[in-house]
């Protein structure tokens, strides 16, 4: 059995020790929980799991000898450090997402994964989905031919103000480090990198607390180009009401659709290219069938408890990794240009990407955030979550 130790005993330290205690890791068992908020642990013994070694300083429980793998669920910017001190004490660990806040604390957490010997993931989850897997599948397989346009509409993640105030760090530059592209689109650019590798450069139109009292973005559109001709359109928002979750794959065999956790293929019959050097008239398209595309064979959606039970076998077995750790800057480098962009009002050079800038002109935001005021506040509610 693989002792693991949760960092941070909020919503996903809570979901993560009811996967484990629900019997979903079979070969893991909750050892130890750490949370700097005292009151959090007592959560542990409102639902009967005393046994659990409970600690308020992760460094504690690193160096406890009571852990063997570890899942870092604690706010954002604390990811890096938290996993490096993992590391360094010789643990395995899993990080939430996002992998960090900005690349450069991301690449110095890299640095040291790539010196250890121990097994470091990120808990992307979506990509235990099967309909994600089989368009990446495909697209490797070459089914769709060259592609041309990715669209990516996602606009179902509807938040009220009551959620934004629900935490003092949450939607404030200085405790969270962004809204919407650091907190709820971190899958999605991951799946989109994941399936379509990083796009070249990037150009953003980005709306900062456009409909919530916040200091974070709530709207994103961002539109970007690869080195080989293809365009793509990301588009997220918080507030749309009902949202949608439709990527759009436009590409020399047709057109890919998933929507309605379907995947629909319009496949013509003959590569638009070819077609198009064969026509004699002008009006004229190709036969297109629609086709249901069925998720990837035998593959289950086990999400939060899919990827930890990987990690688990990485570390028994040396299985490969689903999401590994260090992957996870791709998705940081993503949505660093798009603030970028949104901030610099200019095109982004993705591979480029000056995170000398970036980490400048956060902390000029952090200046002026309200997470401090934000804290007070709490202090004072004795409903505060955090
Ligand atoms: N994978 C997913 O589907 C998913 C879903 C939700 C949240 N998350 C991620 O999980 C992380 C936590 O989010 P949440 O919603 O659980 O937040 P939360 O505010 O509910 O919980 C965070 C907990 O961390 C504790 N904490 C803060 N600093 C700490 C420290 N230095 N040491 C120990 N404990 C500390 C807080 O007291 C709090 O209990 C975020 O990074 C978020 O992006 C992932």
């Given amino acids: 059995m ?3 130790g949760i960092v941070g005993l909020g919503n996903m330290g809570r979901s993560h020790s009811k996967n484990i205690f629900g019997g979903k890791i079979p070969n893991g068992k909750l ?3 750490c949370d700097t908020d005292p009151s959090k642990l007592q959560w542990l013994k409102e639902i009967g799991h005393e046994e659990v070694k409970t600690f308020t300083d992760a460094e504690e429980m690193f160096k406890s000898g009571e852990v063997d793998l570890v899942i870092i669920a604690v706010p954002h910017y604390f990811h890096p450090p938290m996993v490096k001190l ?11 997402k996002p992998a960090g806040v900005y690349t450069k604390q991301v690449r110095e957490m890299n640095e040291a994964a790539e010196k250890s010997d121990k097994v470091f993931g990120v808990m992307f989850n979506q990509r235990t989905n099967p309909i994600y897997r089989k368009v990446r599948q495909m697209i490797q397989d ?3 031919g060259k592609i041309k346009r990715i669209t990516w509409i996602i606009t179902n993640w509807y938040r009220t103000q ?3 105030d629900s935490g003092a760090w949450r939607s404030t530059w200085e405790g969270e480090g962004g809204g919407l592209l650091i907190n709820q689109c971190p899958h999605q650019i991951d799946l989109w990198q994941w399936m379509f590798g990083m796009p070249n450069r990037i150009k953003s139109f980005v709306s900062f607390g456009k409909y919530r009292d916040i200091e974070v973005e709530d709207e994103v559109t961002a539109y970007m180009e690869y080195d080989n001709g293809a365009i793509g359109t990301f588009i997220s928002s918080t507030t749309e009401c009902p949202g949608t979750n439709r990527l759009e794959v436009a590409c020399e065999m047709g057109t890919l659709i998933v929507e309605n956790d379907e995947i629909t293929f319009k496949r013509m019959t003959v590569p638009e290219p070819q077609f198009n050097e064969n026509a004699t008239l002008g009006f004229q398209s190709p036969d297109v069938w629609e086709c249901k595309v069925p998720p990837l064979l035998g593959a289950e959606n086990t999400q939060h408890s899919g990827i930890i039970n990987n990690v688990i076998d990485a570390i028994e077995k040396g299985t490969p990794l689903l999401a590994q750790g260090t992957e996870g800057i791709n998705g940081v480098k993503f949505s660093n240009a798009i603030h970028l962009s949104a901030w610099t009002d200019s095109w982004v050079d993705v591979d480029n990407l000056d995170e000398d800038l970036y980490y400048n002109l956060l902390q000029e935001k952090i200046k002026n955030s309200t997470y401090v005021k934000n804290l007070r506040e709490q202090v004072s509610d004795t409903k505060g979550t955090y």
């Fill in 31 to 33: 050892a130890a929980v």
């Fill in 2 to 4: 693989v002792r693991i």
């Fill in 142 to 144: 070459g089914e769709l």
């Fill in 162 to 164: 009551v959620y934004h």
């Fill in 86 to 96: 993992a590391l360094a004490n010789n643990l395995n660990v899993i990080s939430e």
